[in-house]
Nanobody, 120 residues
Framework: QVHVMESGGGLVQAGGSLTLSCAAS????????MGWYRQAPGKQRELVAT???????NYADSAKGRFTISRDNAKNTMYLQMNNLKPEDTAVYYC??????????????WGQGTQVTVSS
């Protein structure tokens, strides 16, 4: 069984910074992909950034230049450093772990989400 949990959300003023964390536990394959997604009220969940166990990253255009994704494989923990936050970044942020199962299968595990609110 795999479990993921986010932390670090909160209320911040526009232009401020916030760091989210995602801790994964359980039977985690050494090769996996973790990512941050967000969902604003009335909108679909969207990709923010992903990072492989090898350190390859991918960012949504809205996150490029402002957000930095990183991970500590020894701790099975992923981070999202968010700078220069804007009101449109307000959303529930979710962590996802794509875990390799018996080849060629994989399973996605989601956290419960953490609220980020950016005031103008």
């Amino acid at each position: 069984q795999v479990h993921v949990m986010e932390s670090g959300g909160g209320l911040v003023q526009a232009g401020g910074s916030l760091t989210l964390s995602c801790a994964a536990s359980g039977s985690i394959h050494s090769r996996n992909v973790m990512g941050w997604y967000r969902q604003a009220p009335g909108k679909q969940r969207e990709l923010v950034a992903t990072i492989t166990s090898g350190g390859m990253t991918n960012y949504a255009d809205s996150a490029k230049g402002r957000f930095t994704i990183s991970r500590d494989n020894a701790k099975n923990t992923m981070y999202l450093q968010m700078n220069n936050l804007k009101p449109e970044d307000t959303a529930v942020y979710y962590c996802k772990l794509r875990n390799n199962e018996t080849f060629p299968y994989y399973a996605d595990y989601w956290g419960q989400g953490t609220q980020v609110t950016v005031s103008s």
